[in-house]
């Protein structure tokens, strides 16, 4: 049987706390422990958004700056730095990729690049390569004559490599090439 609980005090607060089980009074702390948390995490948003407001009001202020007035006369420029300008443009719009593919395309594996040097003005490429004999060095001549890229290719030097034990053949030669 169920033990009866008889209670004759009126309802009031004082009966409600006493009545009132440990857990419930565990869970009131804890939710205002969690309302406690919330309100600090709260405060330090709106803080942080103000200063965000403070830093965009800031920059936007610096924005509204006005320019500078533009120069009222262009300066002249003088034919050498023209001419020097014109000279750095030629260069950096040279064709390099189709000059490296039609290079390599006619690169056999017996012939080993060592450089490649553009001049612009003339059109022209300087290639350094060393071949193992000289057969190869002149069939790689041949393959660079028949590249449609290249209009005029002349060996203009060659020599042996004596120091080397393989005694290589290094030569160097000047490739014209048509516009791309």
Do not use: C
Request: hydrophobic share 50%; no cysteine.
């Amino acid at each position: 049987m169920k033990p009866v609980r008889i209670d004759f005090a009126p309802p009031g607060m004082a009966r409600t706390l006493h009545r009132t089980p440990p857990a419930a009074w565990m869970l009131a702390a804890f939710a205002l422990l969690l309302l406690l948390a919330g309100a600090v995490a709260g405060a330090d948003v709106v803080k942080r958004q103000r200063a965000h407001e403070r830093q965009l009001a800031a920059l936007q202020a610096r924005a509204a700056v006005p320019a500078p007035a533009p120069l009222a006369a262009a300066t002249p420029i003088s034919e050498t730095q023209a001419a020097a300008v014109n000279a750095a443009v030629m260069q950096l719009n040279l064709p390099w990729r189709a000059l490296q593919d039609a290079v390599a395309s006619a690169t056999p594996p017996g012939v080993a690049l060592l450089a490649l040097e553009p001049d612009a003005r003339k059109r022209s490429l300087r290639i350094s390569a060393e071949a193992r004999t000289s057969d190869e060095m002149i069939a790689y001549v041949a393959r660079l004559k028949r590249e449609e890229l290249f209009s005029d290719v002349a060996l203009t030097h060659h020599e042996i490599n004596d120091q080397d034990p393989n005694r290589p053949i290094r030569f160097e030669l000047d490739a014209a090439w048509s516009a791309p």
